[in-house]
């Protein structure tokens, strides 16, 4: 992090509680720019970001229905490093008709992809999982009275595209900036008022769009096999740049200043955003409101974050202990890896309680059935 703010296009950074080492910025990291992107910054996740679907039936279901719901995860959901949907599986959505397709021939070579893992999930730390939302009070924004709820929550990006988008820029942006530091490569950067900056923000913001029409065919699917509509949806990005506003330096009061917002594993939270910040596969997430504090750069965390690396996982928790973790807390766990345990990842209280300043928490999602990547895949988180 200090490396970036060390950049001449940089302005401002902030640094989440779930904060870990990562390429280019830490996972955690938020960093503002003046008229540059970074592609590392953004990441090779493009869009990597949370669905959550809140469904009117209570959470009991999931005993009275488990075969039914258990059976609409496996069948409707796709895992593992560079899968895809074949032939009459493969979903039909707009985001495939979008234009910009066909804004150059390298975004042109990604349509294909794109059809073939519309509505899949990866590897890594990417789930598909049931639960139970708790709201201790009415909330009108979402219109959902206080109870608890069945509920859906997704987690993953724009898949291949996203991270062919993200090397071919980074390799252009390293190719601008030969001078940079060996520590300062991966964050080199593009001026938007060039070319390449311009290209790569269409091609970042296409990622965008499909990354969220992804989880938008993966909630269709399984609601469908189970018999569900929603009620209400809550869902954002956590790994992208978007265009906003802070106060000028030395300015008047009122003074401000676009910027580019890099949040690179962390929940955008101006004031009175809406957002979902998970927990691990056993231990609950949390539906939150931003407070837009600018000392933070209007974000907070996207998770609990690791506690270890996967290699460490692997090497230091066994079945036996994560089975036991994950009965003692009533939670059936379709597949994933050693490297995903809950014991792998920080307490997501702390980090709650960390940010108390950042977000106000809407409501309690506690995972009950999940699914995640058990085929042993290379993590593309």
Same mark, same amino acid.
């Given at each position: 992090?200090?490396?970036?703010?060390?950049?001449?296009?940089?302005?401002?950074?902030?640094?989440?509680?779930? #904060?870990?080492?990562?390429?280019?910025?830490?996972?955690?990291?938020?960093? #503002?720019?003046?008229?540059?992107?970074?592609?590392?910054?953004?990441? $090779?996740?493009? #869009?990597?970001?949370?669905?959550?679907?809140? =469904?009117?039936?209570? %959470?009991?279901?999931?005993?009275?229905?488990?075969?039914?719901?258990?059976?609409?995860?496996?069948?409707?959901?796709?895992?593992?490093?560079?899968?895809?949907?074949?032939?009459?599986?493969?979903?039909?959505?707009?985001?495939?008709?979008?234009?910009?397709?066909?804004?150059?021939?390298?975004?042109?070579?990604?349509?294909?992809?794109?059809?073939?893992? *519309?509505?899949?999930?990866?590897?890594?730390?990417?789930?598909?999982?049931?639960?139970?939302?708790? *709201?201790?009070?009415?909330?009108?924004?979402?219109?959902?009275?206080?109870? &608890?709820?069945?509920?859906?929550?997704?987690?993953?990006?724009?898949?291949?595209?996203?991270?062919?988008?993200?090397?071919?820029?980074?390799?252009?942006?390293?190719?601008?900036? %030969?001078?940079?530091?060996?520590?300062?490569?991966?964050?080199?950067?593009?001026?938007?008022?060039?070319? &390449?900056?311009?290209?790569?923000?269409?091609?970042?913001?296409?990622?965008?769009?499909?990354?969220?029409?992804?989880?938008? $065919?993966?909630?269709?699917?399984?609601?469908?096999?189970?018999?569900?509509?929603?009620?209400?949806? $809550?869902?954002?990005?956590?790994? =992208?740049?978007?265009?906003?506003?802070?106060?000028?330096?030395?300015?008047?009061?009122?003074?401000?200043?676009?910027? +580019?917002?890099?949040?690179?594993?962390?929940?955008?939270?101006?004031?009175?955003?809406?957002?979902?910040? %998970?927990?691990?596969?056993?231990?609950?997430?949390?539906?939150?409101?931003?407070?837009?504090?600018?000392?933070?750069?209007?974000?907070?965390?996207?998770?609990?974050?690791?506690?270890?690396?996967?290699?460490?996982?692997?090497?230091?928790?066994?079945?036996?202990?994560?089975?036991?973790?994950?009965?003692?807390?009533?939670?059936?766990? +379709?597949?994933?890896?050693?490297?995903?345990?809950?014991?792998?990842?920080?307490?997501? &209280? $702390?980090?709650?309680? #960390?940010?108390?300043?950042?977000?106000?928490?809407?409501?309690?999602?506690?995972?009950?059935?999940?699914?995640?990547?058990?085929?042993?895949?290379?993590?593309?988180?």
């Amino acid at each position: 992090m200090d490396t970036a703010m060390r950049l001449p296009v940089s302005v401002a950074g902030a640094l989440m509680p779930d #904060a870990h080492v990562g390429y280019g910025l830490p996972i955690g990291g938020v960093l #503002a720019t003046e008229n540059a992107v970074i592609p590392y910054a953004v990441g $090779v996740d493009i #869009a990597c970001r949370v669905r959550l679907s809140v =469904f009117p039936e209570p %959470p009991i279901i999931l005993k009275q229905r488990a075969g039914q719901l258990k059976k609409a995860l496996v069948e409707q959901t796709l895992f593992g490093a560079g899968k895809e949907w074949r032939g009459s599986q493969r979903a039909e959505h707009d985001v495939l008709d979008d234009p910009a397709w066909e804004a150059d021939k390298f975004l042109k070579s990604l349509k294909s992809i794109a059809y073939g893992q *519309l509505g899949t999930s990866g590897s890594g730390n990417h789930f598909v999982e049931w639960g139970a939302l708790r *709201l201790e009070k009415d909330d009108p924004a979402l219109d959902l009275k206080a109870g &608890e709820y069945l509920a859906l929550l997704s987690h993953s990006g724009s898949r291949g595209v996203g991270f062919k988008i993200a090397n071919q820029y980074s390799q252009i942006a390293m190719a601008l900036h %030969p001078g940079l530091d060996k520590a300062a490569r991966h964050l080199a950067w593009l001026p938007l008022d060039w070319h &390449e900056g311009q290209a790569y923000w269409l091609a970042m913001e296409l990622a965008g769009r499909f990354a969220s029409a992804n989880h938008q $065919v993966i909630h269709a699917r399984v609601a469908k096999a189970a018999g569900l509509k929603p009620l209400a949806t $809550v869902e954002n990005h956590h790994n =992208f740049a978007w265009k906003e506003r802070l106060p000028a330096p030395g300015g008047f009061a009122d003074a401000e200043r676009e910027v +580019i917002v890099h949040r690179k594993g962390a929940t955008p939270a101006g004031l009175g955003v809406l957002g979902v910040i %998970p927990g691990s596969m056993a231990d609950a997430g949390f539906v939150v409101r931003g407070r837009g504090v600018v000392e933070a750069l209007k974000s907070a965390a996207h998770g609990a974050g690791r506690a270890m690396s996967r290699r460490q996982a692997t090497a230091s928790i066994t079945k036996t202990e994560r089975d036991r973790y994950l009965k003692e807390r009533g939670v059936t766990l +379709i597949s994933a890896g050693i490297d995903e345990s809950p014991q792998a990842y920080k307490p997501i &209280e $702390v980090v709650m309680a #960390a940010q108390a300043d950042l977000v106000d928490i809407v409501g309690k999602f506690t995972p009950l059935m999940v699914r995640m990547d058990g085929t042993g895949s290379k993590a593309e988180d």
